[in-house]
């Protein structure tokens, strides 16, 4: 495949020493395109996205076997902060937006670890809310009030906010009503194709994911059962049947 950002070569990973979650995943993220990972509850999608931003550690796992590398460089033992350097960035299940801080206080967050000044800064804010024109209008806001789509686009704003070169988001749809859901995956797309941020999103959500996603890979307990290009997935009979509800 040609222009390979990040490549995931057969790793396993195992929680508390003993627990086996990844059983061997490989997958690839080619430069400026939008990957989605599918799969069920607990197939091992938020696993996979930790090990590729170094967020296991946290968690008391670790990646036993197999190599993560980011064009070309290994990166399977780089600290998280070292990946924000890289240019990737995970957005978290959840959210996690500070409840107290403001909207705007939130995005400025996500640009702590910029170094070439103010004025760079703001203009990476400016272009964030023209992106996301309903966090202008709640700016002043505290991230508390808003409501669940505004905070998911506050957390994908807030990624925005590092210049990154790679997004994670994690199961962006996840307690959002499908029209929110679609309108984050909009501006996921308008990213993408206007400033070629390239997305690896985990999803549950199989058949929003793959209107918007280029390729998928379909996770079932830590093994990648099946990978494409996202229409011919769309169109296969299995995928239909159990992950569209359409058999
Ligand atoms: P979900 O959509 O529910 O988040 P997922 O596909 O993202 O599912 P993971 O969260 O990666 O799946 O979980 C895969 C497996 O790993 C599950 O069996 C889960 O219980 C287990 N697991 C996840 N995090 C931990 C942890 N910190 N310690 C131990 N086991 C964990």
Same mark, same amino acid.
């Not at 024109?133 to 505004?150: C, D, I, N, V």
């Not at 909009?186 to 985990?202: G, H, M, S, W, Y």
């Not at 830590?222 to 169109?235: H, K, S």
């Given at each position: 495949m040609s222009n390979v950002l990040l490549n995931v070569n057969g790793i396993e990973v195992i929680y508390n020493h003993v627990i086996l979650v990844l059983k061997g995943v490989s997958m690839q993220v080619p430069e400026g395109r939008i990957v989605a990972l599918l799969g069920g509850n607990g197939a091992g999608k938020t696993t996979t996205l930790r090990a590729v931003s170094n967020l296991l550690a946290g968690e $008391?796992?670790?990646?036993?076997k197999g190599s993560i590398e980011l064009r070309g460089e290994r990166i399977e033992r780089l600290s998280t902060s070292a990946m924000v350097d890289r240019g990737v960035i995970q957005v978290m299940e959840g959210r996690h937006c500070f409840a107290h801080l403001t909207i705007e206080e939130n995005l400025l *967050?996500? +640009?702590? *670890? $910029?170094?070439?000044?103010k004025a760079a800064v703001a203009e990476t804010l400016e272009k964030v809310y023209t992106y996301f024109p309903r966090l202008k209008t709640r $700016? *002043? %806001?505290? +991230? +508390?009030?808003? %409501?669940g789509g505004e905070q998911q686009m506050c957390a994908i704003g807030r990624a925005l906010m590092a210049n990154p070169k790679m997004v994670l988001l994690d199961e962006p749809s996840m307690g959002l009503a499908p029209q929110i859901v679609e309108e984050v995956f909009e501006i996921v797309r308008d990213l993408n194709q206007k400033e070629r941020t390239t997305f690896l999103l985990a999803e549950q959500n199989t058949s929003m994911a793959l209107r918007y996603a280029d390729y998928g890979y379909i996770l079932e307990n830590g093994r990648v059962v099946m990978d494409g290009e996202a229409r011919a997935l769309r169109d296969n009979e299995d995928v239909r049947e159990f992950y569209l509800g359409m058999g």
């Amino acid at each position: 495949m040609s222009n390979v950002l990040l490549n995931v070569n057969g790793i396993e990973v195992i929680y508390n020493h003993v627990i086996l979650v990844l059983k061997g995943v490989s997958m690839q993220v080619p430069e400026g395109r939008i990957v989605a990972l599918l799969g069920g509850n607990g197939a091992g999608k938020t696993t996979t996205l930790r090990a590729v931003s170094n967020l296991l550690a946290g968690e $008391r796992g670790e990646v036993t076997k197999g190599s993560i590398e980011l064009r070309g460089e290994r990166i399977e033992r780089l600290s998280t902060s070292a990946m924000v350097d890289r240019g990737v960035i995970q957005v978290m299940e959840g959210r996690h937006c500070f409840a107290h801080l403001t909207i705007e206080e939130n995005l400025l *967050t996500g +640009a702590y *670890t $910029r170094k070439d000044g103010k004025a760079a800064v703001a203009e990476t804010l400016e272009k964030v809310y023209t992106y996301f024109p309903r966090l202008k209008t709640r $700016r *002043t %806001s505290q +991230a +508390a009030y808003t %409501s669940g789509g505004e905070q998911q686009m506050c957390a994908i704003g807030r990624a925005l906010m590092a210049n990154p070169k790679m997004v994670l988001l994690d199961e962006p749809s996840m307690g959002l009503a499908p029209q929110i859901v679609e309108e984050v995956f909009e501006i996921v797309r308008d990213l993408n194709q206007k400033e070629r941020t390239t997305f690896l999103l985990a999803e549950q959500n199989t058949s929003m994911a793959l209107r918007y996603a280029d390729y998928g890979y379909i996770l079932e307990n830590g093994r990648v059962v099946m990978d494409g290009e996202a229409r011919a997935l769309r169109d296969n009979e299995d995928v239909r049947e159990f992950y569209l509800g359409m058999g």
